[in-house]
């Protein structure tokens, strides 16, 4: 079994802005971190590094220069069985599960971020999983982070809410 903790749209630094301790713990005892963009800059990205086993990311709209010449726009990985593809920007809400669906035909699961908005949809054994932000929440009722976890091929996604 692989347990992940998933983040997007950490936006950092801006001011005196941080991970919350929850969100670190979690990182910190996760087997991956999967991590669907917009860290903001490569400081954010090393500190997230530094914090767990192995980090799997993306970059963002808003990532720096530096940064996105170091991460992908999109990757697929396969941990405990499931494959999960990442991508930051799923595009508009409407026809975005079949949407993704075409684009990962592969995957089990795709995460992404971008709109800060915590969402899981699934279509049969298919799902997109977007984490929301544990910095910045806009629209959304709260702060959120992911958690999954992958076993013979099925992934489990939830959401975390931080303080």
Not at 7 to 26: I, M, S
Not at 30 to 48: Q, R, Y
Not at 106 to 125: N, R
Not at 133 to 150: H, L
């Amino acid at each position: 079994m692989a347990a992940i903790a998933v983040l997007a749209d950490t936006h950092l630094p801006r001011g005196r802005r941080r991970l919350p301790d929850r969100c670190v713990e979690r990182l910190r005892a996760a087997e991956l971190v999967i991590h669907a963009g917009d860290f903001s800059g490569e400081a954010a990205f090393e500190e997230i590094a530094g914090l767990c086993r192995e980090l799997v990311a993306v970059h963002g709209n808003v990532d720096d220069a530096a940064l996105r010449a170091r991460l992908p726009e999109r990757t697929e990985i396969e941990t405990g069985g499931a494959r999960i593809a990442v991508i930051h920007d799923a595009g508009p809400a409407r026809g975005r599960l079949a949407r993704l669906r075409r684009a990962f035909p592969e995957a089990d699961a795709v995460v992404f971020g971008h709109s800060h908005m915590p969402l899981l949809e699934t279509d049969g054994g298919f799902q997109i999983f977007n984490p929301g932000s544990p910095t910045e929440r806009r629209r959304a009722p709260r702060r959120t982070m992911g958690a999954a976890e992958a076993t013979a091929g099925r992934i489990r996604f939830e959401h975390v809410a931080l303080p």
